[in-house]
């Protein structure tokens, strides 16, 4: 097929098979793909196989994105947008009321968005003014974006991790990435929806629902989730309801919604990124990443949250570390951002056992392995080196079925495993945090406030199992949570010493090396192989970026991970950047299955007669 040729899909009606979550095998309805027809202009020459411009022609005009003083604003980067500031195409006041308008007109079917901010215009209105009076503060002056609902803004919105029991409260300051990102000239336009309290609540749920926000929906396929517990941020951001968007991730939750959605996120080491101000899941593992439509967007945010103060001291002052300039001063990681070209000598490994193993053995995955594979190759004719490695710790730590965080030590269930860490922290950390807020009339201070909370509503919370279809088990991981206060410290101890041993020394530490040198990176699947992989770099806190690759056979966009150690984002941002020149472009939503209004359950499930009333 040539670059000219015109493609019309209409497409068959196609079944659902199984499909693997971030966290364990999803359960879904068998539900048909109604395609929209869609006009392919062009092909690449690429793995992914995806068009460089998808044009939607349906009957839906709500779809069509609101044009911003006659400019087509879909897909523009910061950059693009940033130009058409300066040459006043538009203000950033009616950038933000285009923006406003997308998520007025699409969310009411994707609810990506949990609420928008009254101040919005108001603050892109005093930026167009400050633009005039003494210029722009950093390349995101006056650019509209998103943060995800646990993220605190001292504002007229609320922070409520999708939680109604936190309606009213209000922080005490904005979280630290948000006064950054507000100090660079941003704006926020509102509150992304997430999977509620970051999917920590229940064992089998609906990924993607929050009792605040609703089911937020995949906008290539709305029967299918957009992963979690960033749903929201990744969703909104695909759906062009944003320029760029915030999230944070305990295991997996940026990576894994960036995935599935086909937009860049990138999660930083544990620690580069203040977690000041957002609601805590396991401050072990705990980080804030940003979403791009490219790595040059993604890693312009990067740049910006980053706590450059928190980088050890060996780092700072050794200017042979990649991250340093000549003189020993912090580089910018944009000035790391490369093209194809940077493939030439570099050296990756693709850890083979229950990794690439496990995607090259899932029926359900096939057609994402074999794309990754094709584009493997690529990598290996621009320049690169590519290697088998292995995790020596792999069948200690992940499991042969998929992401699972309590497996460790070889089985299920261990008392060494990651969730012995995260239970302990979530219930300690949680009560400090409540204690911070104000105007906290419900005198939610603790999770067993919370818990009491959601059964006295079981209706609209799902307290109890069984009483709210998105949650079928109730709130049972709460439970245990509030059961781990009665554990000894030595079990919470030796889980987290455990954990990070065989994730950072005998995981990712040990992979990375190969003869007698440290590789440019691992190169893993984040779904084909049921989301094992990032969960290795969430255990250890290291970094990892994930780049749109193409669309399964449901629908649903996949990418290339890319895995490295601590303090390393430099070279994820640099061969990031160029294994995305490989791919270019990313496709846009098809918004399949518009009418969708079925939960997507993630999980262990409870007996099937008691899940089947609520599907």
Known sequence: MTPSTELSVSGQWLGFAPTLSLCCRVYLPSIPLRPISVSITSLPNSASACPDQVVMEHSHSFLRMPRCNGVDIEELSISQLQNHLERKSFTSKELAQCYLKRIELVNPRIKAVIETNPDALEIANELDAERERTGVRSRIHGIPFLVKDNIATRDKMQTTAGCAALLGTRVPNDAAVVALLRAAGGVLLGKANLSEWASMRASYYSEAYSSRGGQNRNPYNLAEHPGGSSSGPASALTANMCAFSIGTETDGSVIFPADRNAVVGIKPTVGLTSTLGVIPEAPSMDTVGSFGRSVEDATIIL?????????????????????????????????????????????????????WEAASNSTDHKSEYLALKTL??????????????????????????????EYAAGKSGSRLSEFEVVKVEFYRSLRTYLNTLENNKERILSLE?????????????????????????????????????????????????????????????????????????????????????CSVAAKAGYPMITIPVGVNDNGVPFGMGIIQTAWKESKLVRYGSAIEDLVRPRRRPTFLNLDATNYMYVGNPPNRSGVSQHT
């Open 303 to 355: 740049d910006i949250i980053v706590d450059r103060s928190s980088l050890p001291e060996s780092r700072i002052l050794n200017a042979d570390e990649p991250s340093m300039t000549q003189h020993g001063t912090a580089k910018t990681y944009t000035s790391w951002l490369a093209n194809k070209d940077a493939l030439k000598g570099a050296k990756f490994g693709l850890p083979w056992k229950r990794v």
């Open 376 to 405: 493997i190759k690529q990598i290996g004719r621009a320049g690169a080196r590519v290697v088998e490695v292995n995790f020596p710790s792999a069948e200690e730590i992940i499991s042969p079925n998929g992401w699972d965080w």
């Open 449 to 533: 406030d919370i818990v009491e909370y959601n059964n006295r509503h079981t209706d609209t919370e799902g307290g109890r199992p069984g009483t709210h279809p998105a949650w079928p088990t109730g709130q049972d991981n709460f439970d245990r949570c509030i059961e781990s206060k009665d554990d000894g410290e030595a079990v919470y101890s030796d889980a987290l010493k455990y954990m990070l041993r065989k994730s950072r020394k005998e995981g990712i530490d040990a992979a990375m090396m190969y003869e007698e040198s440290e590789l440019d990176g691992l190169l893993v699947p984040v779904q084909a192989e049921g989301g094992v992989a």
